[in-house]
């Protein structure tokens, strides 16, 4: 017996235009993409039911469209999907009308208006590449622009006016039931950002952390539920990834509280906003997510004399002439532990951290510097570089060397000096890698240090006020 055909009456294309019944649902992840859900209504007919759903994203993933009943009573088989998003505008139309004559308004200089009749040689769109000049006929003669304002016949029926997505769905029984619609698209993405307040002195500031959620779907999202997931989710990378949309981004704050709230999922973290919000297509929404006070975060002095030497392998380096370069920059960074005791504990997204200073002076603050964190799990050690130090300066030079590659061992001394020009001391970290060989013993030093894998150690130094500090050692490696 054959299927029987519903068609529904559509103003546009001769289809039911559905739209969603209920809120959307987002989950928005740090990776650029978003899985959207949406409740659409279906009044469908025993055998094939043509149906189709004008108000997807511009930027939807067709094979991730999962249409079903998540009450589960009703199966329904989705025979043929189409996915358009080549809505309307005055590219398309130009191209839908390439070869035919129209007409185009022109207005003079006293803004009085005229019509001048072309052809549309070249309309100029191309879907997902860079737009060409168009060519239009005008008088016999060719114009690489639009002589006016373009006046198009009435809409055609292929016209769409929003993303749509058009369905043969079979059902073996009449139903009438909200689907629920879910797909993964692009143009969605979120990021955090931290900023770290601190006293002109002291080891203490304040956090507190923003969530920016950026919609450049083309689609509106009225009072979603938003969800974000952070975290390295694994994905097939396209060929060629949709063009991101263009226009002016607004900006809305939202300070509600408790904003945001977190869980683990999987091998993820889910963090939740706490309530409906709205986002606009070609806007960006932030949403404050956590504040911490009273962080124990201590400003630290390294200096890593030979850092400009890059990675450094494991093989023998006999070479006399390796490791004589030296850099002056003194690191400045800051460390503190996301922890319960130390007034945070809560697993941080990855994102921007920008650290500030409160001027005593004025009161006001003042940027300091600023780098990336990475996804930071409870009770982890951040450290992070936020500039080079102005009034601490280091030196390293090799003094000695004594091996060449017939001996089987080789000796070097160093010399590294950090000189402090503050009106207070500071307590300085230096590293030096022991690049040659992992078979290596200190022979000679004029300070303790500390071990911190197979071919670093570090000097751990305290240099009073406007004084110089010499670190001396000598490192003998064993070629045997």
Known sequence: MPLAMKTLPLVLSGFAALTAVAQPALTVYNQGFAVVRERVPLDLKAGENLVQFAGAT?????????????????????????YRADVMSQGVLLALNEGKLIDFVVRDQNAKEYTVRGKIVRSGYNPGGEPAAPIIEVDGKLRFSLPGEPLFPALAGDGILKPTLTWTLGTAQPAKFEAELGYITGGLGWQAAYNLVAPEKG????????????????????????????????????????????????????????????????????????????????????VEFMRATNVKAPVIYVYD?????????????????????????????????????????????????????????????????????????????????TGDAFDVVGERIRTNFNGNNRQDFAEEDFEIKVRNRKTEPVTVRIVEHLYRWSNWTIT?????????????????????ADTEKVVTYRVRYEWK
């Not at 939807?60 to 249409?67: A, F, I, N, Y």
């Open 58 to 82: 511009a930027m939807l993933e067709p094979d991730s469209v999962v249409l079903r009943d998540p009450a589960g009573r009703v199966q329904v088989r989705v025979l043929e999907q189409s």
């Open 305 to 385: 004399g030979a850092a400009m030497f890059g990675t450094y392998r494991g093989g023998m380096m006999r070479d006399p002439g390796y490791g004589t370069q030296s850099n002056k920059k003194v690191w400045v960074m800051r460390e503190f532990r996301n922890s319960e005791d130390n007034n945070l504990g809560l697993p941080l997204p990855k994102g921007r951290l920008r650290f500030y200073r409160r001027d005593d002076a004025d009161g006001r603050i003042e940027f300091t510097g600023e780098n990336e964190l990475d996804h930071t799990a409870k009770n982890e050690l951040i450290r992070v570089k």
């Open 203 to 286: 080891d203490r500031l304040d956090i507190v952390g923003w969530v920016t959620v950026n919609n450049q779907s083309g689609k509106v999202f009225e009072n979603a539920v938003v969800k974000l997931m952070a975290g390295d989710v694994n994905r097939v990378q396209p060929t060629a990834p949709p063009r991101a949309m263009r226009g002016v981004v607004m900006q809305e704050m939202a300070m509600a509280a408790p904003a945001v709230t977190e869980k683990a999922f999987d091998e993820f973290h889910l963090y939740s906003l706490a309530r409906p919000v709205t986002l606009r297509d070609r806007e960006t929404k932030q």
């Open 444 to 464: 000679q030093k004029s300070d303790e240090f500390t071990k911190k894998d197979a071919q670093t150690i570090e000097f751990n130094v305290t240099v009073p």
